[in-house]
Structures are given as structure tokens and as C-alpha cells.
């Protein structure tokens, strides 16, 4: 059974009124919904709150939701209205550009990346390069950003993101084309790479 069957089988026990079947859900996606929103609200206390309205928001609609899409994708664009409508009333809108924050930089490098066989001048490359990705990524106007993050981070496909963002395949395409050719332009000092090439 795939994920998607699964996640149609607790959306429609959720929708004959079992909260456990939700709940699974909110525990499944509530990780991936909040980095995905961290991507527009810098404050963990305010992206903790705003996932949460949204899977209340989630929960309220729940009975219209159809499955024509997946759940997460119908999720993900709950979040990001959600988003969008909180930055809106508090008078902000979401990052364009904003230098990396001490405290975010020291999460890129959580271990995963780093191996015991790597060495200093490695590491504090691999560093650099994480922290100027987050710094292009935060550049970024927020359609080209949200196009991103939900391919590379969340790994939706092109079909999905378009339905999360609601526009067609092409302006996804180009929005996510947009957004590599921006992070890439950034990264080419450090990786020493000519403009003309492409990776």
C-alpha cells in the first residue's frame, strides 16, 4: 500500500470523526509542515503556532477535502496560506532577504554531514556553502523560495507543488529554474566555477 492510500484511509476514518486517524497525520506531517514554514517565519515559537493553526485549519476543512490531491499537498497549501495570512497580520511579509542567524548556521551542520575522515578546511567549506545556500534561499522572492523548498526539501513532485502554489506545471518549472540559476549564482565563488557552467 503506498503512502498515499495510507494517508486516504486515516483522512477518511478522520472524516467519520476518528481523531487518532487525524492525529497520526498531524505526527507524520507536523515536522516537514514546520520546516516547510521556516522557510517564511524565522521564529521557532511562531512557526510552532502557525503549523498548528494550520493543521486546526486542516481539521475544520477536512469534510470538503475530496482526495483529488494528496493530503499532504492539500496540507502544504493550507500551511502556506496560513503563512502568508499571519506575516499579513503582523504587518510583515515573508523574508526576501536576511543575513543567516549564529543560531541557524550551527543547525545546518547537525552531523549528518559531517564525517569523523573530514577535515577542517572540509568542513568549514561544506559550512560556507551551507550557510551562503540558506542566504540565497532567504534572497529569494517568496514564490521562487516556497518552489524550492517543496521540491528539493520536500520533494514534491512538479504536479503537487503546482497544485500546493496553484498555478500551472510551466510556472513552477520556472519558478524552480529561477531559484536553482539564483542559489547556483551564489555558490560559484566558493565552488570556483565559471558562469557558463552548469551542474
Not at 549564529?102 to 559531517?114: F, H, K, P, S, V
Request: glycine share 6%; aromatic share 8%.
Amino acid at each position: 500500500m503506498s503512502d498515499r492510500q495510507i494517508d486516504q484511509q486515516l483522512v477518511e476514518l478522520a472524516q467519520r470523526g476518528d481523531k487518532h486517524a487525524f492525529g497520526l497525520l498531524v505526527s507524520k506531517y507536523q515536522r516537514k509542515l514546520a520546516r516547510l514554514l521556516s522557510r517564511m517565519i524565522r521564529d521557532p515559537a511562531e512557526v510552532e503556532d502557525v503549523a498548528q493553526e494550520a493543521f486546526i485549519k486542516a481539521y475544520r476543512a477536512l469534510p470538503s477535502f475530496r482526495g483529488d490531491s494528496a493530503f499532504y499537498t492539500w496540507l502544504y497549501r493550507i500551511g502556506i496560506n496560513t503563512a502568508k495570512n499571519y506575516l499579513v497580520s503582523q504587518g510583515r511579509r515573508a523574508p526576501t532577504s536576511t543575513d543567516i542567524d549564529a543560531d541557524e548556521a550551527e543547525n545546518y551542520d547537525d552531523g549528518d554531514l559531517l564525517r569523523d575522515y573530514d577535515t577542517p578546511e572540509r568542513l568549514l567549506a561544506t559550512k560556507q556553502i551551507g550557510e551562503t545556500v540558506n542566504v540565497a534561499m532567504d534572497a529569494l522572492p517568496e514564490e521562487l523560495r516556497t518552489a524550492i523548498v517543496l521540491r528539493e526539501i520536500e520533494g514534491l513532485s512538479y504536479e503537487e507543488i503546482a497544485t500546493v502554489m496553484g498555478c500551472p506545471i510551466g510556472t513552477v518549472r520556472s519558478r524552480i529554474f529561477r531559484a536553482r540559476e539564483a542559489i547556483a549564482e551564489r555558490l560559484r565563488p566558493l565552488l570556483d566555477t565559471s558562469p557558463e557552467k552548469r551542474w
